[in-house]
């Protein structure tokens, strides 16, 4: 539901709004803080990891249910602040679950197949992706509705962000029921339980420093430093283009529908780079999808650039719609090659003995990567647009614009005399192909780079002070 939420509010709200928003995302990035919790604390009756995911998709999907309305109001009236609050509270539980499920995952599938838990775990999102996102608004959008689904044509979608929160909430609980009566947890061996009594403070402390052992490590340093770098060539196009398409009026309705297109090729391209990644190098893939991404973000900035205003459909623009979907499905074939081969690396080389906490520690820093700059990226994104006060016949006007989308059709004192204030220079652009270009950079960094990650023995990604004898 997070994914879709961007779309929701630009209408009303400034990309440094959207930035800001992106901090409930935030979790995601800072988990690694108690993921050692997670794999410390448990009952060994009930199981070790079904012992948080249980509770806690049970308090989310109460959650869902109760507060549906409440998110509907805030987005409506554009509250960020609390819309903020309330979505941070989700994705915390969200984060934590996924520690439980990471751990999870190093266990359910055999050693030799280690490399397509990945795979399962791309083909997983994409399906949640596609429903809470294209599902949502298509039935959302009244125009989608009343054209595809109605008899009676209404100015409201078949459904609002309030019903389809309680609607998940209602399956996410029947979900969890499932889990905690049908799924049973493989019992744990004495090399992965730990002498000292489970939760006490001794186990805690012994989890933290074995995280902390491993954070030292020379190998996991030299990762870090390429997780946290890796997205910067690609990170305004792939998140900023969606948005600048709306602002010249294409249709949500159109935007969902090209996803339809994407999906089926995401769920391809996730079992290719499972294999490809399985049966050779991990970082193949990559490589190949990280200077595709370079490219594709310079072609979608200058389809934005060019692309008819207030195009409605396929119909009305046929070839730029047709070009949009190409770089559309593209990108999305890159970016989940991507995701897949690097999510092979991390179980190729993480110490199940750790549970889910080393998989958290690298999916964290990955997540830091792709989250901390957008805040920064959408405020200068704002800070480089330039709005000039324009009269009714068009004509200048020395009155002040505001920077900010939603601050410039709001109350200011270019609009409070009658004018209105009108982009002359869009910041979209110079950043995106400034931030291409620092990725090319990189991108001869990461050639080098990566083989040699590559090919560091597995006893050296693990930390000794963990070896049990």
């Known amino acids: 539901m997070l994914c879709c939420r961007p779309f929701l509010l630009q209408a009303n709200a400034s990309y440094t709004e959207i930035g800001l928003f992106s901090i409930t995302s935030y979790p995601y990035s800072s988990k690694l803080l108690w993921s050692?919790?997670?794999?410390?604390?448990?009952?060994?009756?009930?199981?070790?990891?079904?012992?948080?995911?249980?509770?806690?998709?049970?308090?989310?999907a109460l959650l869902l249910f109760t507060l549906g309305d409440q998110a509907q109001s805030f987005l409506e009236s554009t509250d960020i602040f609390r819309l903020s609050v309330l979505f941070f509270v989700f994705v915390v539980l969200a984060a934590t679950q996924d520690?439980?499920?990471?751990?999870w995952a190093l266990t359910l599938l055999p050693k030799h197949h280690?490399?397509?838990?990945?795979?399962?775990?791309?083909?997983?999102?994409?399906?949640?992706?596609?429903?809470?996102f294209t599902v949502f608004l298509a039935l959302n959008d009244p125009d989608f509705c009343n054209k595809h689904l109605r008899v009676e044509p209404s100015e409201v979608g078949l459904v609002t962000l309030s019903s389809y929160m309680k609607f998940w909430g209602v399956v996410y609980g029947i979900v969890t029921l499932c889990v905690a009566l049908l799924k049973q947890e493989g019992t744990i061996s004495k090399s992965q339980d730990s002498d000292l009594?489970?939760?006490?403070?001794?186990?805690?402390?012994?989890?933290?420093?074995?995280?902390?052992?491993v954070v030292r490590l020379p190998a996991v340093r030299q990762l870090t430093v390429f997780l946290l770098i890796c997205r910067v060539g690609s990170l305004a196009a792939e998140s900023a283009s969606p948005l600048k398409l709306l602002d010249k009026g294409v249709c949500k309705e159109a935007l969902a529908g090209l996803v339809l297109l994407e999906f089926p090729l995401e769920i391809v391209s996730a079992v290719l780079a499972g294999r490809w990644a399985a049966r050779r190098s991990a970082f193949g893939p990559y490589l190949v999808a990280y200077h595709m991404r370079l490219v594709l973000a310079?072609?979608?900035?200058?389809?934005?650039?060019?692309?008819?205003?207030?195009?409605?459909?396929f119909g009305s623009h046929p070839v730029m719609f047709s070009a949009l979907a190409l770089i559309g499905v593209l990108t999305?074939?890159?970016?989940?090659?991507?995701?897949?081969?690097?999510?092979?690396?991390?179980?190729?080389?993480?110490?199940?003995?750790?549970?889910?906490?080393?998989?958290?520690?690298?999916?964290?820093?990955?997540?830091?990567?792709?989250?901390?700059?957008?805040?920064?990226?959408?405020?200068?994104?704002?800070?480089?647009?330039?709005?000039?006060?324009?009269g009714p016949a068009n004509e200048n006007w020395h009155h002040f614009c505001p920077s900010g989308?939603?601050?410039?059709?709001?109350?200011?004192?270019?609009?409070d005399v009658g004018g209105s204030c009108v982009v002359t220079f869009d910041g979209y652009y110079p950043l995106v192909y400034g931030m291409v270009v620092v990725g090319v950079l990189l991108g001869q960094y990461f050639c080098r780079l990566l083989p040699k990650l590559e090919a560091i023995p597995a006893d050296q990604w693990h930390a000794k002070e963990l070896k049990r004898e």
């Open 298 to 313: 310079c072609l979608i900035t200058a389809l934005v650039y060019v692309f008819p205003g207030n195009a409605e459909g």
């Open 36 to 60: 050692p919790i997670v794999d410390a604390v448990y009952s060994p009756s009930f199981g070790r990891r079904k012992s948080w995911i249980v509770p806690i998709q049970t308090i989310s």
């Open 405 to 415: 989308k939603h601050q410039a059709l709001g109350s200011n004192p270019c609009t």
């Open 114 to 132: 280690a490399g397509y838990a990945a795979t399962c775990q791309t083909i997983g999102l994409n399906l949640g992706y596609f429903i809470s």
């Open 197 to 213: 009594p489970n939760g006490s403070m001794g186990e805690l402390s012994r989890a933290y420093k074995q995280l902390w052992a």
């Open 99 to 103: 520690i439980a499920v990471d751990g």
């Open 332 to 390: 999305s074939f890159m970016g989940t090659l991507s995701f897949t081969s690097l999510g092979s690396f991390y179980n190729k080389i993480s110490d199940p003995q750790m549970g889910g906490a080393y998989l958290t520690l690298l999916n964290t820093i990955a997540n830091m990567g792709w989250s901390l700059p957008k805040v920064p990226v959408y405020w200068l994104m704002d800070l480089l647009t330039v709005r000039e006060c324009k």
